[in-house]
């Protein structure tokens, strides 16, 4: 078969076949007459095993000592391409998210292109100063991509920086709320927890409740509580649970005493935090600081029912509960005579 024919079969151009043979990679068993070469059915069997190892990545190099030495084994260069794929979809996928991160500004020219190239350059600085200095320090007139905050948001492992971004993402009135929904459903805790974080900085933007309220059923507690703070705040009862947990567990207490006392104030809603407070209190496992960090919780209550189970508790059997309430009751107190006061004013 003569190099035309074999071109036109196997798709392999004819200066890629000569390049082969002087190469050696695949020489033609034999010549025509007039000096053409002449390509057996083997040798055209070894032109498809060339271009099926091309296609794996390998250099021509590399796939002529695979096929010439029988000791070569596959397994460590293809663990070798595994890395070198991987380093490459990694550099691919950066390069995407900074053309996505463009196109969402919108540039009306090449400088503006340029100055978002250079942020992004500033962002993926090893040092936390140059990155925080990076956010804080741009003009006003220059508006950043929220893309762009978003993505970096997820992946800032300095508290400092990332707070500067979530700060600049909640003024730059664009929509980074979709980047931070599939951060909220990432695999790592650690990516669903700076999402959720930044989503509850801004919980009026398009789709921010939805992601929250979702996020309390994270399997990470970090997760469900900052979820559950944004959404009280957002007179969200479905947060109550939530809340009454991080008070029982003593993490962040006083911020979810405040906002179940906010909820509170719808009569419906205050109700059921009472009765949730109450059950924690009479609860078998509920030890002494416990008790106190729900009485606590309870003085922050609207209405009523909340104070008389304050009063009920200064004649606590725990003395450290009686004393705490003894004294929460004289803040009651102190407040009904400064309303007092204030209305007669």
């Known amino acids: 078969m003569l190099i035309g024919d074999v071109a036109r079969r196997?798709?392999?151009?004819?200066?890629?076949?000569?390049?082969?043979?002087?190469?050696?990679?695949?020489?033609?068993?034999?010549?025509?007459?007039?000096?053409?070469?002449?390509?057996?059915?083997?040798?055209?069997?070894?032109?498809f095993h060339v271009e099926s190892l091309r296609s794996l990545g390998l250099s021509l190099k590399q796939i002529g000592r695979a096929l010439e030495d029988p000791a070569f084994t596959p397994s460590a260069l293809v663990s070798d391409l595994i890395r070198q794929t991987e380093k490459r979809l990694a550099r691919e996928k950066e390069l995407l998210e900074?053309?996505?991160?463009?196109?969402?500004?919108?540039?009306?020219?090449?400088?503006?292109?340029?100055?978002?190239?250079?942020?992004?350059?500033?962002?993926?600085?090893?040092?936390?100063?140059?990155?925080?200095?990076?956010v804080l320090a741009r003009p006003e007139d220059v508006p950043v991509p929220a893309v762009l905050?978003?993505?970096?948001?997820?992946?800032?492992?300095?508290?400092h920086v990332a707070g500067a971004l979530r700060w600049a993402l909640a003024r730059s009135g664009g929509d980074g709320v979709?980047?931070?929904?599939?951060?909220?459903?990432a695999e790592d805790a650690g990516i669903r927890r700076r999402?959720?974080?930044?989503?509850?900085?801004?919980?009026?933007?398009?789709?921010?409740?939805?992601?929250?309220?979702?996020?309390?059923?994270?399997l990470d507690t970090t997760v469900r509580r900052h979820a559950a703070l944004?959404?009280?705040?957002?007179?969200?009862?479905?947060?109550?649970?939530?809340?009454?947990?991080?008070?029982?567990?003593?993490?962040?207490?006083v911020d979810a005493a405040e906002v179940l006392g906010m909820l509170s104030l719808d009569p419906g809603c205050a109700d059921r935090i009472t009765t949730a407070l109450v059950d924690e209190l009479a609860a078998p496992t509920a030890d002494s600081a416990t008790r106190i960090r729900l009485a606590q919780a309870l003085v922050e209550l609207a209405g009523a029912t909340g104070q008389e189970v304050l009063r009920q508790l200064v004649h606590d059997d725990d003395s450290d509960v009686a004393l705490v309430a003894t004294a929460l009751v004289g803040v009651l107190?102190?407040?009904?005579?400064?309303?007092q006061a204030d209305g007669h004013s």
């Open 333 to 339: 107190k102190e407040r009904s005579l400064e309303d």
């Open 10 to 47: 196997s798709g392999v151009s004819a200066r890629m076949l000569r390049h082969y043979d002087t190469l050696g990679l695949v020489r033609p068993t034999g010549r025509t007459v007039g000096g053409y070469r002449e390509y057996s059915a083997e040798d055209v069997r070894r032109i």
């Open 149 to 159: 905050l978003a993505g970096a948001i997820l992946t800032e492992p300095d508290t």
């Open 98 to 134: 900074r053309l996505h991160a463009i196109d969402a500004s919108t540039p009306t020219d090449w400088q503006e292109v340029l100055r978002i190239v250079e942020l992004v350059r500033e962002l993926d600085s090893p040092s936390a100063a140059r990155r925080q200095q990076a």
């Open 178 to 185: 979709a980047t931070l929904r599939a951060g909220a459903h």
């Open 230 to 253: 944004a959404l009280g705040r957002q007179g969200v009862a479905t947060a109550v649970p939530c809340l009454v947990s991080m008070v029982v567990e003593g993490c962040n207490d």
């Open 195 to 218: 999402a959720v974080l930044a989503i509850a900085e801004m919980p009026e933007a398009p789709g921010a409740l939805e992601v929250l309220t979702h996020a309390l059923g994270d």
